[in-house]
């Protein structure tokens, strides 16, 4: 079974661009969390998805979106980037409630 | 020992050691615990995990001890190898569902 895809792998962006990043879930995994990690901090989750809705929401700006597609694969969104965007993005997904996450290995997003 | 929210840098052992990672968890609701492990430039990979009406569980050469009593949760590494050196992240899971990890602690092993 193939684990969790995420792409691209690296991404440079600009100051006030945007960024799209894709994350393709284990099959049959409808849940797919994004998390934000960066040096020294522990992983902050942004959000989860399940069947296509948003599920739980994490404490980041509206510069910050994602959406899931009804065959569970998910796209993140982060608009007018800044400096501080800088960081590893890494995509979860699980089998359902309470069942542990499975880890992409991330793309790892520099703005300059 | 970690703490979701503060964390223990680093931790050195010798190979062939046994290691043991601390972390205190925040809420006391908590009812399933993961420890994963992530080495340089990948994501986090599952360790093992607890659910909070245990307090050890046991996996190859990994242990996950729980104490709900003072919110302590630990990972004892067996034989500890070189391939082991990578940074350590606990998890608790509560209310909405969601995971709350650590800042991770980082493992050497020394040859």
């Known amino acids: 079974k193939a684990g969790v895809t995420q792409t691209p792998r690296y991404l440079i962006k600009t100051r006030g661009q945007q960024v799209t990043l894709s994350c393709s879930p284990i099959?049959?995994?409808?849940?797919v969390s994004w998390y934000q990690q960066t040096p020294g901090q522990g992983l902050q989750f942004l959000f989860e998805?399940?069947?296509?809705?948003?599920?739980n929401k994490g404490n980041f700006p509206g510069r910050f979106s994602g959406r899931q597609f009804s065959n569970s694969r998910s796209e993140m969104n982060v608009s007018t980037l800044e400096l501080g965007d800088s960081a590893l993005y890494l995509c979860?997904?699980?089998?359902?409630?309470?069942?542990?996450?499975?880890f992409g290995s991330g793309t790892q997003l520099s703005v300059l | 020992g970690e703490s979701v929210g503060l964390h223990l840098p680093t931790l050195s052992v010798q190979e062939g050691d046994n290691s043991i990672i601390n972390c205190a968890y925040s809420?006391?609701?908590?009812?399933?615990f993961i420890w994963y492990k992530q080495e340089s430039g990948k994501g986090p990979q599952f360790i093992i995990d607890?659910?909070?009406?245990?307090d050890k569980r046991q996996g190859q050469r990994v242990t996950v001890l729980l104490n709900k009593t003072v919110k302590h949760l630990s990972l004892q590494i067996a034989a500890t190898q070189p391939g082991d050196s990578a940074v350590y992240f606990c998890?608790?899971?509560?209310?909405?569902?969601?995971?709350?990890f650590g800042t991770g602690t980082s493992l050497t092993v020394i040859p």
């Open positions: 809420n006391s609701a908590s009812d399933y």
């Open positions: 607890i659910r909070s009406n245990m």
């Open positions: 099959s049959g995994h409808r849940s």
């Open positions: 979860a997904s699980r089998a359902g409630e309470g069942e542990k996450l499975f």
């Open positions: 998890a608790e899971k509560f209310s909405g569902n969601q995971f709350y």
């Open positions: 998805y399940f069947s296509e809705t948003q599920r």
